[in-house]
Each structure stands twice: as C-alpha cells, then as structure tokens.
C-alpha cells in the first residue's frame, strides 16, 4: 500500500513557475513508476508526465521543454517543475504510483493517488 501527498500548488501569473511535491509512504518507493496528471474543469484527466524506477522520463508533448520530473528515492518524493507556465496549465495535479517497471501515459495502469494540488495560472 502507498500513500501519495501532493504539496505545492498555488497561483501564479503567465510565465511563472512552481514546484509540485509529491510525497509517499512506504518501503519500496523506489521500485514505483510515478506519473503526473491534471484535470481541469469540465475536461478530462490527462497525462503530464512520468519517471520510471531507473529515472527514464516520459512527457505529454504539451508540456515537453517546461516541465521536469525528478525523483529522490532517499526522501520517497517525487517532483514536478513546472516552468513557463500558461493558463492552459490550470488544473488539478495529481501523482500517481505504479508498482511495476515501465513507463505508462494511462491512468488506469497506476494503482495509487494523491488527493491533488491546485495550481491556477492567471494571464
């Protein structure tokens, strides 16, 4: 079992950026692929991004040059930078782990949820 906690959401304007933290229990963090996602308002959930065990990183092509995931498995968290941020990122983000190798853009393939953070861009 994993527990997810995200942290670090908020407001900002065009052009700014955040840093989004994703917090989990347990003892194998390290052999999980965890994934971003957001949903804004009347959409549906969409893949951000992804990083494997071994810190491959996958990219949804909307986000691709301004965001970046990372991992510390010492700290069992995982990160997600998120740069030059546009309105069009306004969502609630949520991680999510899944317990074995590969990297996967669906959400139905990731067992594990946080509640999800905020982050509004205002233009």
């Known amino acids: 079992q994993v527990q997810l906690v995200e942290s670090g959401g908020g407001l900002v304007q065009t052009g700014g950026s955040l840093r989004l933290s994703c917090a989990a229990s347990g003892r194998t963090f390290s052999a999980y692929t965890m994934g971003w996602f957001r949903q804004a308002p009347g959409k549906e959930r969409e893949f951000v991004t992804a990083i494997s065990w071994s810190g491959a990183t996958q990219y949804a092509d909307s986000v691709k040059g301004r965001f970046t995931i990372s991992r510390d498995n010492a700290k069992n968290t995982v990160y997600l930078q998120m740069n030059s941020l546009k309105p069009e990122d306004t969502a609630v983000y949520s991680c999510?782990?899944?317990?074995?190798?590969?990297?996967?853009?669906?959400?139905?393939?990731?067992?594990?949820w946080g509640q999800g953070t905020q982050v509004t861009v205002s233009s």
């Open positions: 999510a782990a899944k317990p074995w190798a590969g990297l996967s853009t669906g959400a139905e393939a990731y067992d594990y």
